[in-house]
């Protein structure tokens, strides 16, 4: 018998926008913003929209941005509309870093209104540089950072223009950098931040050997799924100290219950078997690992695709704790290519799955399948156009589904903050 979904419009106050958040990476690869891209609920304007709509700025409060970004910035497309306009009252200063798209031209009131901004304590990128034309030699006192696209411009043409000495006092940064080979030659540039999913392509390695402590948590998932006892449980969380440690401090970050958990007996009593799976899931990325493009970014992009899955199966078949779990599952699970640099299929036969989760992290198929596409879909600026159609065969408005996509990255910034 399947369960009847009521579609509900965009919740009060939600104006209907996509958003897509992408992650920006330091030269030690930690997560230093976050690219926000937006676009209409239809999904029409999605690549290439010149900025963020007014009124969905507006809506980026200190709150909502709090929840979106955690502790640090938001990078967001403006243009002279945006910038001419009154939301800049009412939008955290220092939440944002406001892009200069291309067609910003430098006019003299314009410019005069850029400077009043960062006299206040905004935060300004150039945006997509292909050449040292005049309106950017024009915009360039005025900003902190200048921005390349690997898209847009090839490798040949950056390591000519990035050494030009009107850069030398600005940080530099290159989007979409898909490989670690081009993260090498950015990073010999010298190049400060990264925006990319580079660090999410497996890099297969046939003699690749997982850490200790990653067997160890492989071994007690094992335990788990196959209904050991729990004292046996207990006993081989022990016997990895780090492992146990690490697991008190990460449920005790996520604020599990009102009270403090202090011994591995009373974790394993406090969560239940179902909920110390999916910590211990979320632990296989939280252990440092060599020649891995980075574990943090995937740490995060893991627990947000984890909880995303869980609350979108939670909305669209509420009451089933279940189908929730197993969403979460195959969320963290999605991206262990990538962290153990193995194919997956090798992977689902290492940790025991049924076939409904095999299935959806080796062919995207069933129903975890299709929510697993649709949250990748909705991760990347190139594909954001295609979420709508995702979002109506679940009967999911655009506002309810951003509201799902903020306690997801609410969830994930708190757990990343807490394991490093």
Known sequence: MSTQVIYHANPPGVPGFLMARQPVLDRHQDPVAFDLLFCDADGASAVGAPAAPISVLGYFGELNMEKTVGELRGFVDVDEAVLMSDVFNIIPRTKFILNLTENVRASESLLQRVAQLAHHGFVFALDEVLSDAADIQKFLPLV???????????????????????????????????TLAQFDTCLALGFDYFQGYYFAHPIILPDRQLAPSQLAAIEVVTLISTEADSGEIEERIKRDVSLGLNLLRLVNTAAVGSHRIDSLR??????????????MQVMLYAQPRENVASVKPLLMQ???????????????????????????????????????????????????????ISDALLQRKGYYGELLKLTELSERAETLSLVRAELDKLQISSGEFYQLQSEAFEWSNLITQGMH
């Open 144 to 178: 902190d950072i200048v921005k390349f696209d690997l898209h847009q411009l090839p490798l040949d043409a950056l390591i000519k223009l990035t050494p030009q000495k009107e850069f030398a006092s600005k940080r530099l940064m290159v989007e979409n950098v898909d």
């Open 266 to 279: 009373q974790a394993l009593m406090v969560l239940g078997r179902n909920q110390l799976l999916s910590w």
């Open 302 to 356: 893991a627990t947000t695709r984890g909880k995303m899955l869980e609350l979108l199966a939670q909305r669209h078949r509420p009451g089933n704790r279940s189908i929730a779990d197993a969403a979460f599952t195959v969320g963290i699970m999605s991206l262990m290519d990538a962290l153990f640099g193995m194919p997956m299929a090798q992977i689902v036969r290492q940790i025991a799955v049924v076939e409904e």
